[in-house]
């Protein structure tokens, strides 16, 4: 028998899959458009901007000084498949918002990644001290297919809110619907209430 077999029969574990997924062992890849080629990071940065007191940019160096984290997470794919204990390691959330001081009426957060792709979080999902930028995934760089150099990792929400790519964080008032959230995907995506799909 498989391990995976053996795991989902496992009540512990059948308790952690949301309904209507399904356990993998594998690390499925998901994305819209293509994945962006970095021969270097020299012209690499991250922007933090919008209703902050404090809006900044970094560099890769720069980026990589920011205190860090280990996070151990499920995710949940729309598509229906779960992978428990994921281990990440990157910038928490919470210390960018701690540097850039968000304006009293920011409320949301929107994440953007290479090529235009966005998503979109309250900021109080953002503040989930799991939520980090994340540079490595089980001890290592993320995979360029999994989002290297540098992704969002939003605990409780499907993953297509966890942005690859990412070059930037945007503090607002108004809450700004991301790419897949457009494309007829739920804005709250709380995957233990199946929200997977939007009603417009
Ligand atoms: N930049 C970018 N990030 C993205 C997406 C995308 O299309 N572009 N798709 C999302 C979706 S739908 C999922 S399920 C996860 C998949 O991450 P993975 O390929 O590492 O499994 O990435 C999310 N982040
Ligand atoms: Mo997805």
Redesign the pocket.
């Known amino acids: 028998m498989f391990s995976w077999q053996r795991k989902s029969d496992d009540p512990q574990i059948r308790a952690r899959i949301p309904p209507g997924q399904v356990l993998t062992e594998k690390?499925?890849?998901?994305?819209?458009?293509q994945v962006p080629d970095y021969p270097d990071l020299a012209g690499w940065n991250f922007r933090v901007f919008g209703a902050v007191e404090t809006p900044f940019t970094l560099n890769w160096g720069e980026f990589r000084h920011l205190p860090t984290a280990r996070a151990v997470l499920d995710i949940h794919?729309?598509?229906r498949w779960s992978k428990l204990d994921t281990t990440w390691e990157g910038v928490p959330f919470s210390h960018i918002a701690e540097v850039a001081q968000p304006h009293p009426a920011a409320r949301f957060v929107v994440f953007h990644?290479?090529a235009g792709?966005t998503s979109n979080v309250p900021l109080e999902a953002a503040l989930d001290p799991n939520c980090l930028l994340a540079w490595s995934y089980d001890g290592k760089p993320l995979e360029p297919?999994?989002?290297y150099p540098l992704r969002a990792l939003v605990p409780g929400r499907y993953?297509?809110k966890?942005?690859?790519?990412l070059r930037g964080v945007e503090f607002s008032t108004e809450d700004q619907l991301g790419?897949?959230e457009r494309n007829g995907y739920s804005n709250s995506a709380d995957p233990w209430r199946e929200e997977r799909y939007s009603d417009f």
């Open positions: 690390f499925p890849v998901l994305h819209f458009g794919c729309v598509t990644a290479e792709f297919d999994h989002g993953f297509w966890s942005a690859k790519w790419f897949w």
